[in-house]
């Protein structure tokens, strides 16, 4: 099979020296993410021509364009003007938006080739990748597993070499948690340091958008291009975005890396455990000093996402009619019946659990007794890591409790599969920058996440430890194993 390689520096190197165009390269490409997405269905909406039209950009972009030629594959609800943007929906099949997301503008200036429509999880909600109306992404380390969610597309296209990076979208986990399980990076940057403006709404003041990399180098490369203050984007914020991939190689010595007791609990795997022992242990030897410390609302995280973002859901997601977008029941005899029918027939199952939570918890007389609750618990949260971070520089967990599941085994059980996120969410709802990296395998050769949380705007600091780890274990180069 014509391959291509598959970190951003190398790849710029080598499509620096071919004498081909940018459209023929484009097609080698697409080739191999064809004959790869047969095996994995790591994109929902894979429309080759389309994008071999449409890389004038790629060939215009300048000498020095940081991502010239690089292949990035794109969640499916980050809008791509002229590209099917479906979130995995029915209700969605075809929709084709308008106008680029801010993401996808900086990318294309610095020259990418983009592949839109990765699957995911049916707008986002999920963590296995299983509820698309596209079918289930598989994990190109097993393909009897979950590749996670919700990015789980971008998770498998990034591991199995499809494409060089990826961008997703991380609500309460989306990025992070597909990354453990597939073996990559995968960076959720603070509220308000990279543009939502495109980004298909799910929760508002959750979701960020962030990139999913084979190792730190390349996250801070993609983090440079897409970090930034954006007028369509009013919390979008206007610090300003340092230079990421010079944090790269200063060393950890003396940095505070806090452990919060209250997520290493019973319910973690074994393996996890012991993946999450080792990297403590890996930098502590770089010279970090460990911090025993505790974060004591952590335990209502879960539930308090599960009220305040299905809320934001069921409101965002109310503009699904049938009128303005996408699908919509022809049978129906008047207004009301199309609407209803187009709902009952466009969403899928999950979609409308979240909707019908959401309404449930705004509703008048409940509104004071779960959302208004829901939203002070989250403020004790986020007090609770303001306080940490007088006491450390960031702090490790686990990213998941276990690693990649068998596909259908949680799809029944959504208390299960909400779980599957419990050391995510409390990232997003405080608001933080926090990463996955890859920290070795399990008996059976699944891999395994850890994750690292910093204070708002201290990506840098992840970057630092992220590619100190890295370079002392080599772990980036378990993606070498697999063979799709
Ligand atoms: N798995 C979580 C959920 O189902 C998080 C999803 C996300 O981050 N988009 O809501």
């Known amino acids: 099979m014509f391959d291509f390689p598959?970190?951003?520096?190398?790849?710029?190197?080598?499509?620096?020296?071919?004498?081909e165009s940018a459209s023929d390269v484009a097609g080698l490409i697409s080739e191999k993410i064809l004959k790869i997405n047969k095996k994995i269905n790591a994109f929902a909406t894979l429309d080759i021509d389309t994008i071999v039209s449409n890389i004038s950009k790629t060939e215009q972009a300048r000498g020095s364009a940081k991502l010239k030629g690089v292949p990035v594959g794109i969640k499916g609800n980050i809008?791509?003007?002229d590209a099917v943007t479906s979130c995995s929906s029915k209700i969605l099949e075809g929709f084709i938006p308008p106008y680029n997301a801010t993401v996808i503008d900086r990318l294309e200036q610095e020259g990418a080739l983009l592949f839109p429509g990765l699957n995911m999880d049916e707008f986002a909600f999920g963590s296995s990748c299983e509820t698309s109306y596209y079918g289930a992404t598989k994990n190109p380390w097993d393909i009897t597993r979950i590749p996670g969610g919700s990015s789980g597309g971008a998770a498998a296209a990034v591991a199995a070499g499809a494409v060089v990076a990826a961008l997703g979208s991380d609500t309460g986990g989306s990025i992070r948690q597909p990354a453990a399980m597939c073996?990559?990076?995968?960076?959720k940057p603070t509220y308000g340091r990279v543009s939502r403006y495109g980004l298909i709404a799910f929760a508002s003041s959750l979701d960020q958008i962030g990139p999913l990399t084979r190792n730190v180098e390349d996250c801070a490369r993609i983090l440079e291009v897409?970090?930034?203050?954006?007028?369509?984007?009013s919390t979008s914020v206007k610090n300003e975005v340092p230079c990421y991939t010079e944090s790269l190689f200063k060393d950890i010595k003396g940095l505070r890396i806090g452990i919060p007791k209250e997520y290493f609990t019973s319910g973690i795997d074994e393996d996890v455990n012991v993946r999450i022992n080792e990297a403590i242990e890996v930098l502590k030897e770089q010279g970090a000093?460990?911090?025993?410390?505790?974060?004591?609302?952590?335990k209502y995280a879960v539930s308090c996402y599960y009220i305040i973002g299905p809320a934001e859901a069921s409101s965002n997601l109310?503009?699904?009619?049938g009128v303005h977008y996408g699908y919509r029941d022809e049978e129906a005899k008047d207004l009301i019946e199309m609407y209803t029918a187009t709902r009952s027939e466009g969403f899928g199952a999950e979609a409308k659990r979240r909707i019908l939570l959401g309404t449930y918890v705004l509703s008048s007389g409940y509104y004071e007794a779960y959302y208004l609750k829901a939203q002070k618990v989250r403020t004790k949260i986020s007090d609770d890591f303001r306080e940490a971070f007088k006491m450390c520089d960031c702090i490790l967990t686990p990213t998941a409790p276990t690693a990649a599941f068998k596909l259908g085994e949680r799809i029944d059980d959504p208390l299960q599969m909400y779980l599957s996120d419990v050391f995510t969410i409390p990232a997003n709802l405080a608001g933080l920058p926090a990463v996955s990296l890859p920290c070795g395998v399990t008996r059976e050769n699944l891999p395994v996440g850890v994750q690292l949380m910093a204070a708002p705007f201290n990506e840098e600091v992840l970057i630092r430890v992220g590619h100190a780890f890295e370079r002392e274990t080599g772990?980036?180069?378990?993606?070498?194993r697999i063979e799709v």
């Open 226 to 233: 897409i970090s930034g203050y954006d007028e369509k984007d």
């Open 318 to 321: 109310a503009r699904y009619d």
């Open 183 to 187: 073996g990559v990076v995968g960076f």
């Open 475 to 480: 772990y980036d180069k378990l993606l070498d």
């Open 6 to 19: 598959i970190t951003i520096s190398s790849f710029i190197e080598w499509f620096d020296q071919r004498n």
């Open 289 to 298: 000093e460990i911090v025993d410390m505790s974060l004591p609302h952590t």
């Open 79 to 81: 809008c791509v003007k």
